[in-house]
């Protein structure tokens, strides 16, 4: 069999912000991707706003560039395990991995989680050790840690003897070793192209091809990414859509692309080893096998992880409801949730008795609070209730629930408070060992539910020096209750407007998420209470005029700031009692029951039952 020498199909591995998709902008500088006097932005691959804003790689994405005669085909892969339904699907369409590692970190959780898959499929591997201009990088010492990593995964020989070339992407520096003298991006592109197999040569047979992602347009429906198998394509070809179970779908092709830099260009013919975009067939779906209809054999096709976090998105019922959003009934949130299921496919959405409520699984708190964000830009007004792991029953009848591994990165005079915390929430230590910078790197093994709430209450423990990274581990025997949140909800007593006056009256009660002139109703949670149990206060009280006392002294009022909440912090704040009102100018708190005297009545009826 013959090989396309001059395609070359590449995924990237690597963890959250150890520069994959600067790298990427160094490459496509290098190849001359870019006009001289173009203005591009940073992070070209960061397309998605929130993507932008996190720093962090969503949605897997396919890019290209020419190198030397040589087309190049990049997939980015999201770095967060909680994106990891993205990854084991990219990998299906390369046929090597550029695994990136920090200088500085080394191997993390999320990487093992991706380059586990990599090794499983025969992948061939590159390792890019990249940011070796950051202070107390040791690049030698990571080298040795993947090659430890690669051993415990059980690479085989001829993946251990991986090739590795050391980077500084935001610098566009490439070196053979750290010896050597800086070197350009050239070294990376001449190594990708000498090392990386070449896709075989099967144009004469006939096409076909594994959907590994869908994209959604609203002038062209559904697209269809993946590569081809085998065989040729054109506009206008009609195609089977083939499963396990033979023919489920048909449909001609209306549009066919291929992928230049970041952008689709329309091309009237694409051969085996291309990676393509096909619009035009409605009824596909990702796992599934696009094929001529007189040859209609399914490719092997990959599970999708199960989902192991849900939530309960409601038509937003509170006294502000359909004042900020758009989108406010339940028809409109049915449809959009829909039209994300098509695309996202590691997510769930299920009817519930309620039709104003639905379930929604994903990976994580992280997948699930983006769909949320997203919808919010777009208008959208939801009620969100806690999230709530999804346990699984084991043959015997055992309770299984979802189990983390977690590693954190802290500076030594924090771990005790870390471990103590982590004990707490039913987590094992499964290593610890001490890091150059009087850093401690510490690994758990923690139940999910244990992770949720965690996040904001170890940036306080930690002043912001840690660092903290998790990733699906597997099911493991339900580990008994936990603790719950330990302070109560400051819950306002009144519909109104919110008085400084009557905040700093009660600011020994807890810290206010609000500030004064913010409009609230009875029931909304205005802040967190010092005491463990939830307290009603009036935040609308004006001070009484008399002809002694005027309003303006209320001037010299000096309040503490109120801690604003981000849709993750107030996510991770509720319990089971409360919701997180979301629409597109406020992200607010509110206990499901707002009349006090018929909370008192379900929480007493909830103590007897």
Same mark, same amino acid.
């Given at each position: 069999?013959?090989?396309?020498?001059?395609?070359?199909?590449?995924?990237?591995?690597?963890?959250?912000?150890?520069?994959?998709?600067?790298?990427?902008?160094?490459?496509?500088?290098?190849?001359?991707?870019?006009?001289?006097?173009?203005?591009?932005?940073?992070?070209?691959?960061?397309?998605?706003?929130?993507?932008?804003?996190?720093?962090?790689?969503?949605?897997?994405?396919?890019?290209?560039?020419?190198?030397?005669?040589?087309?190049?085909?990049?997939?980015?892969?999201?770095?967060?395990?909680?994106?990891?339904?993205?990854?084991?699907?990219?990998? /299906?369409?390369? =046929?090597? +991995? %550029?695994? $990136?590692?920090? #200088?500085?970190?080394?191997?993390?959780? *999320?990487?093992? &989680?991706?380059?586990?898959?990599?090794?499983?499929?025969?992948?061939?591997?590159?390792?890019?050790?990249?940011?070796?201009?950051?202070?107390?990088?040791?690049?030698? /010492?990571?080298? =040795?840690? +993947? %090659?430890? $990593?690669?051993? #415990?995964?059980?690479?085989?020989?001829? *993946?251990?003897? &991986?090739?590795?070339?050391?980077?500084?992407?935001?610098?566009?520096?490439?070196?053979?070793?750290?010896?050597?003298?800086?070197?350009?991006?050239?070294?990376?592109?001449?190594?990708?192209?000498?090392?990386?197999?070449?896709?075989?040569?099967?144009?004469?047979?006939?096409? *076909?091809?594994?959907?590994?992602?869908?994209?959604?347009?609203?002038?062209?429906?559904?697209?269809?990414?993946?590569?081809?198998?085998?065989?040729?394509?054109?506009?206008?070809?009609?195609?089977?859509?083939?499963?396990?179970?033979?023919?489920?779908?048909?449909?001609?092709?209306?549009?066919?692309?291929?992928?230049?830099?970041?952008?689709?260009?329309?091309?009237?013919?694409?051969?085996?080893?291309?990676?393509?975009?096909?619009?035009?067939?409605?009824?596909?779906?990702?796992?599934?096998?696009?094929?001529?209809?007189?040859?209609?054999?399914?490719?092997?096709?990959?599970?999708?992880?199960?989902?192991?976090?849900?939530?309960?998105?409601?038509?937003?019922?509170?006294?502000?409801?359909?004042?900020?959003?758009?989108?406010?009934?339940?028809?409109?949130?049915?449809?959009?949730?829909?039209?994300?299921?098509?695309?996202?496919?590691?997510?769930?959405?299920?009817?519930?008795?309620?039709?104003?409520?639905?379930?929604?699984?994903?990976?994580?708190?992280?997948?699930?609070?983006?769909?949320?964000?997203?919808?919010?830009?777009?208008?959208?007004?939801?009620?969100?209730?806690?999230?709530?792991?999804?346990?699984?029953?084991?043959?015997?009848?055992?309770?299984?629930?979802?189990?983390?591994?977690?590693?954190?990165?802290?500076?030594?005079?924090?771990?005790?408070?870390?471990?103590?915390?982590?004990?707490?929430?039913?987590?094992?230590?499964?290593?610890?060992?001490?890091?150059?910078?009087?850093?401690?790197?510490?690994?758990?093994?923690?139940?999910?539910?244990?992770?949720?709430?965690?996040?904001?209450?170890?940036?306080?423990?930690?002043?912001?020096?840690?660092?903290?990274?998790?990733?699906?581990?597997?099911?493991?025997?339900?580990?008994?209750?936990?603790?719950?949140?330990?302070?109560?909800?400051?819950?306002?007593?009144?519909?109104?407007?919110?008085?400084?006056?009557?905040?700093?009256?009660?600011?020994?009660?807890?810290?206010?998420?609000?500030?004064?002139?913010?409009?609230?109703?009875?029931?909304?949670?205005?802040?967190?209470?010092?005491?463990?149990?939830?307290?009603?206060?009036?935040?609308?009280?004006?001070?009484?005029?008399?002809?002694?006392?005027?309003?303006?002294?209320?001037?010299?009022?000096?309040?503490?700031?109120?801690?604003?909440?981000?849709?993750?912090?107030?996510?991770?704040?509720?319990?089971?009692?409360?919701?997180?009102?979301?629409?597109?100018?406020?992200?607010?708190?509110?206990?499901?029951?707002?009349?006090?005297?018929?909370?008192?009545?379900?929480?007493?009826?909830?103590?007897?039952?």
């Amino acid at each position: 069999m013959s090989m396309k020498q001059n395609i070359r199909n590449i995924a990237i591995i690597a963890h959250v912000d150890h520069g994959k998709t600067t790298l990427v902008d160094a490459i496509f500088r290098h190849t001359g991707a870019f006009r001289e006097n173009q203005q591009v932005d940073a992070r070209v691959l960061d397309s998605n706003p929130q993507e932008k804003e996190r720093g962090i790689t969503i949605l897997s994405k396919n890019a290209a560039t020419v190198y030397n005669g040589c087309k190049i085909n990049i997939v980015d892969t999201p770095g967060h395990a909680d994106f990891g339904g993205e990854v084991e699907r990219i990998l /299906k369409m390369v =046929d090597g +991995v %550029l695994l $990136l590692v920090d #200088a500085f970190e080394g191997p993390m959780p *999320q990487t093992k &989680f991706v380059l586990r898959k990599a090794l499983e499929l025969k992948l061939k591997p590159v390792v890019v050790i990249n940011k070796i201009d950051r202070p107390q990088a040791d690049p030698d /010492k990571v080298h =040795d840690q +993947v %090659l430890d $990593l690669f051993i #415990a995964l059980g690479a085989d020989e001829d *993946q251990l003897d &991986f090739p590795y070339i050391f980077t500084s992407a935001k610098f566009g520096i490439a070196k053979a070793s750290m010896q050597d003298s800086d070197g350009d991006m050239s070294l990376l592109l001449d190594m990708i192209i000498g090392e990386i197999p070449s896709p075989e040569n099967s144009d004469e047979d006939d096409f *076909q091809m594994l959907v590994t992602t869908l994209d959604y347009s609203d002038y062209l429906g559904k697209i269809a990414v993946g590569r081809i198998h085998r065989g040729k394509v054109h506009p206008g070809d009609s195609l089977a859509v083939v499963t396990d179970e033979g023919i489920v779908g048909k449909g001609s092709v209306a549009k066919l692309f291929t992928f230049n830099m970041t952008q689709r260009v329309e091309v009237k013919e694409a051969t085996s080893g291309d990676i393509i975009a096909i619009s035009g067939i409605a009824g596909v779906n990702v796992g599934q096998t696009l094929a001529f209809e007189t040859c209609p054999e399914a490719i092997e096709s990959f599970e999708i992880s199960k989902p192991t976090l849900s939530m309960l998105f409601s038509v937003n019922d509170s006294p502000f409801a359909g004042q900020e959003g758009k989108e406010v009934t339940s028809r409109k949130i049915r449809e959009r949730l829909m039209k994300e299921v098509m695309t996202n496919v590691a997510l769930q959405v299920e009817e519930t008795d309620s039709a104003d409520t639905f379930r929604v699984s994903g990976r994580g708190e992280l997948h699930l609070s983006v769909l949320i964000e997203n919808m919010r830009r777009e208008g959208f007004e939801l009620a969100i209730s806690r999230p709530q792991v999804i346990t699984r029953t084991a043959e015997d009848g055992t309770l299984l629930e979802p189990v983390e591994h977690v590693t954190i990165d802290v500076p030594d005079e924090y771990n005790g408070v870390v471990i103590e915390k982590m004990g707490r929430r039913k987590a094992e230590m499964k290593h610890m060992e001490t890091l150059r910078g009087g850093m401690v790197r510490l690994e758990f093994e923690i139940p999910t539910r244990g992770l949720i709430g965690y996040s904001q209450e170890f940036t306080t423990d930690t002043k912001g020096e840690g660092m903290l990274s998790h990733v699906f581990h597997d099911y493991q025997p339900f580990r008994g209750k936990l603790p719950a949140r330990e302070t109560g909800a400051l819950v306002s007593g009144e519909n109104g407007q919110s008085v400084a006056y009557a905040i700093a009256g009660l600011e020994d009660r807890g810290t206010f998420f609000i500030g004064p002139n913010i409009r609230v109703y009875e029931g909304m949670v205005v802040g967190e209470s010092t005491r463990e149990f939830d307290i009603t206060l009036n935040v609308c009280k004006t001070k009484k005029l008399t002809n002694m006392r005027s309003s303006g002294a209320d001037d010299a009022v000096r309040l503490t700031p109120p801690k604003k909440m981000t849709l993750e912090q107030a996510l991770d704040f509720i319990n089971d009692d409360e919701l997180v009102e979301v629409t597109p100018e406020n992200i607010r708190i509110r206990k499901r029951i707002l009349d006090s005297n018929q909370r008192a009545k379900a929480a007493k009826r909830a103590k007897v039952g």
